[in-house]
């Protein structure tokens, strides 16, 4: 079964940093991006930033560019995004996600979410 499991999220003052994890199981790590979409209070769900699993190549959303970092340890199945100057916009549900590598950031090539983690920037 696959499954994505994420931990991290929490409220935050504007600048403060948060860490993200999301732990995957049930398929093949490195046939895979794994990474974050967000979903804030009556906006669509937007991409924020993944990584593949084979070769470690990123990407970054331009609104988190430069705050935010992803990493991965392909020995415990794990990816992190480390959040640091968070502002309020930044506001909202993450849901881990895992993307067939060689395929956009996109929803549409989603082959499984987790179950969302809330966080909340205060100004």
């Known amino acids: 079964e696959v499954q994505l499991v994420e931990s991290g999220g929490g409220l935050v003052q504007a600048g403060g940093s948060l860490r993200l994890s999301c732990a995957a199981s049930?398929?093949?790590?490195?046939?895979?991006?794994i990474g974050w979409f967000r979903q804030a209070p009556g906006k669509e769900r937007e991409g924020v930033s993944c990584?593949?699993?084979?070769?470690?190549?990123?990407y970054y959303a331009d609104s988190v560019k430069g705050r935010f970092t992803i990493s991965s340890d392909n020995a415990k199945n794990t990816v992190y995004l480390q959040m640091n100057s968070l502002k309020p916009e930044d506001t909202a549900v993450y849901y881990c996600?895992?993307?067939?590598?060689?395929?956009?950031?996109?929803?549409?090539?989603?082959?499984?979410w987790g179950q969302g983690t809330l966080v909340t920037v205060s100004s």
């Open positions: 990584i593949s699993s084979s070769d470690g190549s990123t």
């Open positions: 996600a895992a993307v067939p590598g060689g395929s956009s950031w996109s929803e549409f090539w989603v082959d499984a």
């Open positions: 049930g398929f093949t790590f490195d046939d895979y991006a």
